[in-house]
Every structure is written in structure tokens, then in C-alpha cells.
């Protein structure tokens, strides 16, 4: 049962930029914790970004500097801003919700809360 709406996924040429956007319920968007994985051909889910309540986030190394992870706590969205974008970032993109250990962790099986994923290829 998918709770969490993830949009703005898409094709980009190596440089480029995207967001993506993930609407969820107000009782799963202050649960505690939101963040987005990706998972790429033939590769295990990897968390990406991760953002708690108060508004600390973290950042998957190879990321840092590049992405930036907000929420807008009016219309209860999560963003994931992806700037100068690299052939290893395509993958699909999950956003996920859980309780506060879940962004301590930063482990998939912590999260209870799934979106269906988006798409995001980048090509040179």
C-alpha cells in the first residue's frame, strides 16, 4: 500500500539538475523521520539523504555538496535537490518515512513508509 507520492524524476544530460518531491499524510510526514534511497541496476538500495523532524540532515558520501534534502512543513513535502548530476546517480528513487531511529540507522527495513519510486537517468 503505497502512502508516500514521489514526483519530478526524469532523463538529464551528465551536469545536469532535478528535484524530486514526495507528498505524504500529515500523521507519516512528522513521524520523525523522512529520507530517499536509490537503487541502481543490478545494485542494492543505498539510502541517499536523510532528514529528521528538527530539520538535521545527512548525506550518503558520494552525494555531499551536490544534493540537498528540505522539507516544506505547510504542504507536508520532502524535496530532494539534485545538482550537477553524474551517470552513477540513475537509478530509481524511493522516499521512505519512519520514526526517529530510522534516520539514525539510515537501514531500509527501519522504515515503514514507501513511496513507488521515480526514475532518474542520466546520460553524457
Known amino acids: 500500500q503505497v502512502q508516500l507520492l514521489e514526483s519530478g524524476g526524469g532523463s538529464v544530460q551528465t551536469g545536469g539538475t532535478l528535484r524530486l518531491s514526495c507528498l505524504a499524510p500529515?500523521?507519516?510526514?512528522?513521524?520523525?523521520?523522512m529520507a530517499w534511497f536509490r537503487q541502481a541496476p543490478e545494485k542494492e538500495r543505498e539510502v541517499v539523504a536523510r532528514?529528521?523532524?528538527?530539520?538535521?540532515?545527512t548525506y550518503e558520501e558520494s552525494v555531499k555538496g551536490r544534493f540537498a534534502i528540505s522539507k516544506d512543513d505547510a504542504k507536508n513535502t520532502m524535496y530532494l535537490q539534485m545538482n550537477g548530476l553524474k551517470s552513477e546517480d540513475t537509478g530509481i528513487y524511493y522516499c521512505?518515512?519512519?520514526?526517529?531511529?530510522?534516520?539514525?540507522?539510515?537501514?531500509?527495513?527501519?522504515?515503514?513508509?514507501w513511496g513507488q519510486g521515480t526514475q532518474v537517468t542520466v546520460s553524457s
Open positions: 521512505a518515512a519512519g520514526k526517529f531511529t530510522a534516520c539514525y540507522s539510515g537501514w531500509g527495513p527501519d522504515f515503514s513508509y
Open positions: 500529515g500523521y507519516i510526514y512528522s513521524g520523525g523521520c
Open positions: 532528514i529528521f523532524n528538527g530539520g538535521s540532515t
